[in-house]
């Protein structure tokens, strides 16, 4: 017999008379701190569970074999429940033991282990980040469009679709013409294997959450109100699947993907496109997830922020650079024009760099041949490498007033701006009140935000913002605020809103214009809240006198937006009827709203006093007439 566990206290032994245990040397496991990645032991079936197998070792040290660790071909709980039974003695290899935590994960894989260990190479695994080198671009009908690469650790093929080259899809068109065969890129996460093909992906945002573990998070390892980086899979006509880094894969339902009326996910969102998702319901037996997309939840959260996808930006669009010696943002430049279009100047800077410069800010008798002073705004590869400059020779004397030293601007302070440059993804500033500085900011607060309130600036606009970077040699980084006219003084916003709390059925009139906010867009109506104690709707049909042909008229509003809309009557929030207007008692009835100009610029509807007499017959009520 061979002793398994000793309890001095209870004075007791455990034993095994099972040969295999007995005469195996792997089966000699005396502590976790003793285990190494790769080793071989011998353990018995502890317990067979639907997320894998438990395994037992001598002196009470346990181990888990995951379910996709049993073999290589996927199976389930009842397939793998009839090969392995409990007490049977399995041979396993180490995968991951950490002596601190007491957690051990094993793997029934031991031929692909026998082979690694001749050819002294290891497996890729998922969660795992690497570096790699391109082999050559894959174009397939069949398939999705991407580059072959090779591990350069494990020496394995695996392949990069072009959706995941970066968070950014301007910074995806760059690559796709930067890369070519023999360049590497690092880093890489393997997002999984399947039928013997490995995934990988190179968005930081993923990357990033992934480093932040020293094993990667299973389900249990979640909980609901975590925020995760992720990728959209895959759509339904119900909602889209999001994949996270650990290949955990959340349903987010059609109602929870923005804070507009959506009538099909396709139409916010492209397979691949990076998102930030929070967990709203957790299924551990199935591993099944439900997740939110709207950025009135996850809009708060500083990851894929404004301000943090602009660092990434910069952070991959270096490598790109790294052959090119960058003029930075308010530069003096000497330019010579060599033409001019409708809309821009074609000039050529100082050692023959080509530039390009917005004609609205050239002076309107520039012609070919001329020189002309300018400042350097920023060094853009999508038009083959030039300069994008500024002719305003206002900014340009500004400039050279300043001179070289530069106004310090706190971390955190608002500073008002004008915008010289509108790219895709973001737009430079200069800060007329701080010295000329030149910052940068995303043209989305979030990356949630789906149409941001500052998507269609152009050159010239006045824009506020706060300092969000501003370290010496860096770039200086901006998050946006709100325009001024959306955003109204701290003052009149809480005095505001406070006369909304106070509103009680008893001060709400049939007939009157309220302001309400909305809480939720729905396919047939908006749901709207006037007060704490008072809910309502605006039906479909109340929004528009003429709605547009081909356009559906919910679709312009979005959580949070507070309207103008008249009370047109009360429904029942149970059986929705329509109810008297000689009701007194408002218990579980819901306001009935009406956005049609028509309606609340009219003047027919007036209140009823008490005791008055009726005398018309109420043919329709709710459209405000009587």
Known sequence: AKVLTVDPVKRRLTLTLKRSIIKNSTADVSSYEKLETGQQVTGWVAAIKQFGIIMNFPNLIRGL??????SNVPMTEAEFSKLYKIGQVLSCRVVFVNAEKEKLSLSLNLLAEMENKKTEEKWARRGQIHSCTVLSRSKSVNSPDGFIVQLD?????????????????????????HLQPGTT????????????????????????????????????????????????????DYGCFVEMGNGLVGLCPKACLADTFVSSPRDVYSEGDTVLCKITNIDTEKERLLVNLKHSEVGKQELLSGPALLKSYFSELKPL???????????LVTCHVTSVSDTWVNVTLNGGVAGIADKITADATLAPGDEVK?????????????????????LVKSVEERGKKKKKVAEGSEVNGRVVLSTEDFMVVVLP????????????????????????????????????????????????????????????????????????FDDIKIGEVYTVTVKSVKTLQLNVQLSKKVNGRVHVTE??????????????????????AKLIGFRHSKTHRYLPITRTDYVRSMGEFSLRESVISSSKTRH??????????????????L
């Not at 039928?195 to 299973?218: D, M, R």
Request: net charge positive.
């Open 374 to 394: 300018g400042v350097v705004l920023e060094y853009s590869l999508t038009n083959g490498g030039v300069y994008h400059v500024t002719l305003d020779q206002g």
């Open 608 to 625: 009823i006093r008490e005791d008055e007499k009726v005398r018309k017959f109420i043919t329709i009520f709710g459209h405000g007439e």
């Open 543 to 564: 929004v528009k006198d003429s709605p547009a042909s081909g356009t559906h008229p919910l679709k312009e509003y979005a959580h949070g937006d507070r309207i103008q």
């Open 185 to 236: 890129i690092y880093p890489v996460l393997i997002l999984g294997k399947k039928l013997k093909k490995i995934t990988v992906t190179a968005k930081s945002s993923i990357i990033s959450w992934v480093k932040g573990f020293e094993e990667l998070p299973k389900i249990a390892d979640l909980k609901v109100g975590d925020f995760v980086p992720g990728y959209i899979k895959d759509f339904q």
């Open 321 to 331: 650079l790294s052959n090119t010696s960058l003029k930075p943002a308010g530069t």
């Open 65 to 70: 074999v995951h379910s996709s660790d049993i």
């Open 433 to 504: 009140d701080n010295g000329y500085r030149f910052g940068y900011a995303h043209k989305r607060s979030h990356v949630s935000e789906l149409g941001g309130r500052h998507r269609e600036v152009k050159c010239g606009d006045e824009i506020s913002a706060i300092v969000h970077s501003s370290k010496k040699g860096e770039r200086l980084l901006l998050s946006l605020l709100p325009p001024p006219d959306t955003l109204p003084d701290t003052a009149s916003r809480k005095r505001k809103h406070s006369e909304d709390q106070d509103l009680k």
């Open 153 to 177: 650790s494990t020496k394995e093929e695996a392949f990069l679709p072009l959706t995941h080259l970066s968070d950014h899809t301007s910074i995806n068109q760059l690559k796709i013409t």
